[in-house]
Structure formats: C-alpha cells, structure tokens
C-alpha cells in the first residue's frame, strides 16, 4: 500500500507515483475515450459534426496545393483514411504529452485538452452548415470525459471510494489528517484496468460513430433524391403473378430483405455531389457523367431476378426487384466501341471489378446503370448510387455495386473473382426452389410451391416428384417477364409420414434444369432441389 502514502502526488514534493510511461499512456486513454465518446454523439445526433473530420478538412483546406496534389496522386482514394489517420495519430501524441505534464501540472493537463476540444469545435464552426450548439455540445462532452479519465488515472479517486485493499482498513496516512481534500491515486490494477478500458470503449464508441454518421448523411441524401419518371415503364404486373401463398416468395423481394453480398467490410458511403462515372478504354469518345446528367438521360425500367453463384441449390442468394436506370447500349452507343473492345469491366468506387460480354450489353436491353431499386433510390448496401444489373448473369460477372467506371476491354482482362477460381463467364443456371411446405406439417390439403428463374429465357415448365412418384406438372403464375422468376404451386394432398419432394424448372427454351450436382464453385451449383417433409 505504498502508493497510497504519496496521498495526491506532487503535492508531497515526492516523486509522482505514475511513472513517465504509465501518465503517457493514461493521457492516450483520456484522449481515446474524449474522441471517441465525441464520435458516438455526432454520429447518433445527424446534425451533430465530427471533430475530427472537421479537423480534417480544416488540414486539407490549409495545406499548399501542390502537397494536396501530391497526397491525391500518391495516396488516390487512400487519401481520406490517411488524412483521418494522421489527425488521430497527432491525437494520441498530443494526449501522451498531456499525461507525462498532468504529473506535475495536472490542471495545465485538464487545460490542454480542452483547448484540444476548442480547436475541433472552431475548425467545425468554420463550417457554417454545423449547428452552433451541437458543435460546442460534441466539444464539450469530449473535453468533459477527457479531463475526468485524466484526473482519475493522474491524480486518483476521493479517499473514501478507494475500497480497501482485502477488507482491512485503509491505513490512515499520517500526512493527511483528512481536512485536506483526500485523493489518492489507483493501485496498478486499477490503474490498468481504467487505462485499458477508457481505451478500448473509447475505440468501440467512435467505430460506432463513424459508421452511424455515414449512414445517416447518406439516407438523408437519398431522401431528398426525386426519380425521374422512366421513358419506357414495366409492363403492369398482371393480376395472378404473385399467388400469395403463405410461406412462398413474394414475387419481388423488399429492399431490406434482397440478399446482400460483396467484399466491402465497410458499406460505401458515396456522396452523389462528388461523384462520377467514367465511361473509357477501348471507346472512341471516353465521357464522364455527373449523377445529375446520369439522371437526366431517359431511364428504362426492368423487373430482374438478381442471382449469385454462391447461392446453393434451394438456397436464398437470389432475389427479384424493379429497377429503373439508364440502359448500357445507349451509354456505349454514345462512346463508340472499337474493334476489340470485347468485354465490359464494371468497376467499383472501393476497386472491385466484374467483366462480361460486350455483346450481352448490346443484347440484353433490359443491362443498365441504375440508381433505382423497387422505387427508390438505390440502398448504400445495393449500390447506391449507381450499380450494374444484367439480366442472366451471376452478379460476381456483371452487377458491380457503388459503380466509378464502366471499361471496355479485351477478353483478356480479369475481373475480381476470376483469379480466385472462378469462371471467366457466368451465366445464371436454370433453378427451381421449393419454398412450402417448410419442415413439418399436419396431414390434408397442403399447397407445394415455390419459385423458379432462367433469367432473360424465362420459365416455362416446374415440375414436381412426391417420393418415387412420377414428375406432376405444377401450376405457374402470370409471367411477369421472362428476366423474372415465375412462382409455381402443386396441390397435394399430405399423407402421414416422411416425404421427398423434389423440383425441377424447364426455361422458355424447351430446356430442363440439369440433374447433375454440383458445387457453386466453378460457375454455379445446379442439381434439383430437394426437401424432407414430416407430414403428422
Ligand atoms: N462493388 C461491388 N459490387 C458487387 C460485389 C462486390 O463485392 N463489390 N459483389 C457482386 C456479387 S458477387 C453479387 S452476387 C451482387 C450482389 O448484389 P446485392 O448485394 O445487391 O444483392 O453484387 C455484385 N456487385
Ligand atoms: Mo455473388
């Protein structure tokens, strides 16, 4: 108990209990947790600015412009991470400093960090679109929490909260007759356990923050996005498209239920003010569209049944939307293909690339760039702002998301997956999926349904096997469009006992869905599906 006979430190004339090291690192973890909790508010409060990117910009608004030039060319779109890196590395310096001084000066320390914090809410003020409150409020919060992990780390608690050590009494110290303002510093494991703590939430809570406020700017962004009107609209729906079986599909997917996937850790958040699409490569006439020009142009709108090839056999990574945006034949019209330009690389704002056929861009006039998903713009997670969608093909092939670029280029020319294994071209398979009934069901008159897709040849033909029964022909609902998957029932007449139900689609070409099982990988799994059924 020898720390506790310093009583509040440098006021002994003793040396300071903290060592230089440990007041460092208890300045980190005052600044880590200010920042941090400074984070979490802007971002759960919309209106409320970040700090440190307000700093952020304040350090790209001040540097020379050739320094500017030189980070944008050396770091491209790194530059953000990397500026945002360094104003947070300075941080944690400037809270080492903090904590070796507040062993000596610990209200000079306190000062420190909330001049720290009145620097983020000034560079935040120069911007005139933060609220004055919020900023001083998000200022005042981090300065707050800082100067309190500071103080309890450097300086200790009030006497009387130190438990004592084992349930004996705190020795009295004889220095301190208990008139005095009594505080005493933690003991080491105390000491670590608030240092390492105040870190690591202070870590977790701007995470948090950061990845809150994106999405909130962004959804706001979206919401104030007006669609204009498609120049050629989708069929009407025709009435008996949907049978509206329970348990079955519906015929298109919600947004918040359309399977999501890509190799973002991070879904991008891309500001359509900022934003571009280049149309290059092999083109006589290369041209860049602003989201606003991309908007004007005359929009088509398709109904497509989206597909991946990682999607297992009677598995759900696959899904129907309305989407509405610019077709692909009229921007490549407008940039002149050249001889050899063969394939089209879609490329993404976070670098991911996926390539297909030219000749399915000038064929399949339903290929688009959209913006718009089921009626309204497009989800942060589907893309937003611009994606690809081309019906027939497996999305790692063709349906690039957060779209920069659209590439012409020979075939010889890899996009992301295909050095992984995958196969240069991917046609979506002809599938058949058995949604009713799930697992177990009472005996009697028991719909068999589910939904089938050979996307741009459409489906013709489900047929059903119960046990070793014969294939029965199944009902199919309205077409919608031949880029859709088509819902189909059976009635049946469940029996007590297990059964095996098995399906099979044949498309609009007379084609039936191949038997042969394989694996997803190369290029697809095929196989029928096949469902256990416990009828009681
Ligand atoms: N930028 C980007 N786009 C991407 C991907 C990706 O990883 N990154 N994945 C593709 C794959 S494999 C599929 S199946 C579809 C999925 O689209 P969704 O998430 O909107 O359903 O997006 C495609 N577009
Ligand atoms: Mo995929």
Redesign the pocket.
């Known amino acids: 108990m020898a720390e506790t006979k310093h009583g509040a430190g440098g006021r002994t004339g003793r040396a300071h209990p903290l060592g230089r090291g440990s007041a460092a690192l208890a300045g980190v973890a005052a600044v880590v947790a200010a920042l941090g909790l400074a984070e979490l508010v802007a971002g759960l409060i919309p209106a409320a600015p970040s700090l440190v990117v307000a700093v952020g910009d304040t350090v790209i608004d001040s540097v020379p412009g050739w320094l500017e030039q030189w980070a944008i060319a050396t770091l491209g779109t790194a530059d953000k991470p990397v500026l945002i890196g360094g104003v947070l590395v300075v941080s944690v310096l400037i809270g080492a400093g903090l904590g070796v001084l507040a062993r000596r000066y610990v209200i000079l320390a306190a000062g420190g960090i909330a001049l720290f914090a009145t620097l983020g809410v000034v560079a935040a003020l120069a911007d005139d679109r933060n609220p004055v409150f919020l900023t001083v409020l998000v200022g005042l919060l981090g300065a707050v929490t800082g100067i309190a992990v500071l103080g309890l780390l450097v300086v200790g608690l009030p006497r009387r909260a130190v438990p004592a050590d084992a349930g004996r009494p705190a020795p009295a110290d004889p220095a301190d007759p208990g008139t005095v303002p009594a505080l005493s510093p933690l003991d080491r494991r105390r000491f670590l356990a608030v240092t390492g703590g105040a870190t690591v939430l202070g870590v977790l809570a701007g995470i948090g923050g950061s990845l809150l406020s994106g999405r909130e700017r962004l959804d706001q962004l979206r919401a104030a996005i007006r669609l204009p009107v498609p120049a050629r609209q989708a069929a009407p729906v025709p009435a008996g498209a949907d049978l509206e079986i329970p348990g079955l599909t519906p015929l298109f997917t919600p947004n918040a239920e359309?399977?999501?996937?890509?190799?973002?850790l991070r879904v991008p958040t891309v500001d359509p003010d900022g934003w571009q699409l280049e149309v290059r490569g092999m083109v006589d006439e290369p041209f860049t569209l602003t989201y606003a020009e991309l908007m004007e142009l005359p929009h088509i709108e398709a109904d497509v049944t989206?597909?991946?090839?990682?999607n297992e056999v009677g598995g759900d990574?696959v899904?129907n939307a309305r989407w509405q945006g610019v077709p692909l034949r009229a921007l490549l019209d407008r940039a002149g293909l050249q001889e050899g330009a063969t394939q089209l690389i879609g490329r993404?704002v976070?670098g991911?690339t996926?390539g297909f056929p030219v000749l399915t861009a000038l064929d399949v006039e339903e290929a688009m760039v959209a913006v718009a998903m089921n009626g309204e713009p497009l989800p942060a997670?589907?893309?937003f702002p611009a994606?690809l969608v081309v019906p027939g093909l497996?999305?790692?092939v063709s349906?690039?998301?957060?779209l920069s670029a659209i590439e012409l280029t020979g075939w010889d020319v890899d996009g992301?997956?295909i050095p992984r294994g995958w196969a240069k071209e991917g046609p979506i398979k002809t599938q058949a999926r058995i949604d009713v009934p799930g697992g177990a069901v009472a005996a009697g008159r028991r719909p068999i349904a589910g939904v089938a897709w050979a996307p741009t040849r459409g489906i013709e033909r489900v047929e059903v096997r119960i046990d070793d029964g014969p294939w029965q022909e199944a009902e199919l609902a309205e077409p919608l469009d031949v880029d859709c998957w088509r819902q189909w029932y059976l009635p049946w007449e469940a029996t007590p006992g297990r059964h095996r139900i098995a399906a099979r689609a044949t498309d609009g070409r007379g084609e039936v869905q191949t038997d042969e099982r394989t694996p997803v990988a190369p290029d697809g799994a095929s196989g029928y599906p096949v469902i256990e059924v416990v009828v009681s």
Do not use: M, N, P, Q
């Not at 359309?258 to 973002?264: C, H, K, L, Q």
């Open positions: 359309f399977y999501r996937i890509d190799t973002a989206l597909a991946c090839v990682s990574l899904g993404s976070d991911f996926a997670e589907h893309g994606r497996y999305g790692y349906a690039t998301k957060w992301y997956w």
